[in-house]
């Protein structure tokens, strides 16, 4: 009976997974978040990974923008981090 229900169903339908996604919360716990601030930028720690930043307005919006929408912005910068190497 089931496969005749799948078989129903468009195979793009079937092959589609549903990717994960975190709560906002559950985003925020999972890396410690610290900001050293430096004579001349900031440099943000996230986890493992630091950026600099050279103003403290460019560090505080990518703060923001990441206490915001944690989830996405990691996404973000998994990619800038794997582009470089």
Same mark, same amino acid.
């Given at each position: #009976?089931?496969?005749?229900? #799948?078989?129903?169903? $468009? #195979?793009?339908?079937?092959?589609?997974? %549903? /990717?994960? *996604? $975190? &709560?906002? +919360?559950?985003?925020?716990?999972?890396?410690?978040? &610290?900001?050293?601030?430096? &004579? =001349? +930028?900031?440099?943000? &720690?996230? +986890?493992? %990974?630091?950026?600099?930043?050279?103003?403290? %307005?460019?560090? #505080?919006?990518? =703060?923001? %923008?990441?206490?915001?929408? $944690?989830? /996405?912005?990691?996404? *973000?910068? *998994?990619?800038?981090?794997?582009?470089?190497?």
């Amino acid at each position: #009976m089931n496969d005749e229900v #799948m078989m129903e169903q $468009p #195979m793009e339908e079937r092959s589609m997974t %549903k /990717e994960y *996604r $975190p &709560s906002r +919360g559950e985003s925020l716990r999972e890396y410690q978040i &610290s900001m050293r601030f430096l &004579s =001349v +930028g900031v440099v943000v &720690s996230v +986890g493992c %990974k630091e950026i600099a930043f050279t103003t403290i %307005k460019e560090a #505080m919006e990518a =703060v923001n %923008k990441y206490v915001e929408s $944690p989830y /996405e912005e990691s996404k *973000r910068w *998994r990619e800038i981090f794997e582009n470089q190497n």
